[in-house]
Antibody, heavy 114, light 107 residues
């Protein structure tokens, strides 16, 4: 069964940093494009970032470019999202996704507040 | 960036109704479009990919069509479990962009 479990969310002050992790199982992680998306409270879905299977290619949404970094460790079947210079508007549930979001994790809540 | 405009933003419908939701892209995206269903407090679920391919395990009352700039999601006979918010996603160009969502409520 495909499963993805996010962790690392929490409360952080504006300007702070967090690293999210997504542990994947039930599929061949090393050959899968992986994605991060988010959803602010009461709002719609927003795409954040994508990384190729090898990790050589990455892309970012305009609102996080230059502040967030996506990476992966195929030996650990784990996807990461390093989030720096966090803003209040980054408050959201963050989801990892397999491929073009054909499967989603349960999400982890990031709250940016003073 | 490609803008995805969904219509309507919200709608009321009855069980058994045929429901159609439209997503328009600000420029052509071939057939690189997916549809998602999200129920309150739940994780989104992909229904359709490549504009018209049904995700495994999704009931056949859901269908997608379109190419280029105009796409539709159709629910042929609305069931009680289908009341939810639906989103389209274009993955033809970076940044990928979601529509703003269509909330389907009970009439």
């Amino acid at each position: 069964e495909v499963q993805m479990v996010e962790s690392g969310g929490g409360l952080v002050q504006p300007g702070g940093s967090l690293r999210l992790s997504c542990a994947a199982s039930g599929f061949t992680f090393s050959t899968s494009t992986m994605t991060w998306g988010r959803q602010a409270p009461g709002k719609g879905l927003e795409w954040v970032s994508v990384i190729s299977a090898s990790g050589d290619n990455t892309e970012y949404g305009d609102s996080v470019k230059g502040r967030f970094t996506i990476s992966r460790d195929n030996s650990k079947n784990t996807l990461y999202l390093q989030m720096n210079s966090l803003r209040v508007e980054d408050t959201a549930v963050y989801y990892c996704g397999k491929g073009w979001f054909d499967r989603w994790g349960q999400g982890t809540l990031v709250t940016v507040s003073s | 960036d490609i803008q995805m405009t969904q219509s309507p933003s919200a709608m009321s419908a009855s069980v058994g109704d045929r429901v159609t939701i439209t997503c328009r892209a600000s420029q052509g995206i071939s057939n690189n479009l997916a549809w998602f269903q999200q129920k309150p407090g739940k994780v989104p679920k992909r229904l359709i990919y490549a504009a018209s391919s049904l995700q495994s395990g999704v009931p056949s009352r859901f269908s997608g069509s379109g190419s280029g700039t105009e796409f539709t999601l159709t629910i042929s006979s609305l069931q009680p479990e289908d009341f939810a918010t639906y989103y389209c996603l274009q993955y033809n160009n970076y940044p990928w962009t979601f529509g703003q969502g269509t909330k389907v409520e009970i009439k």
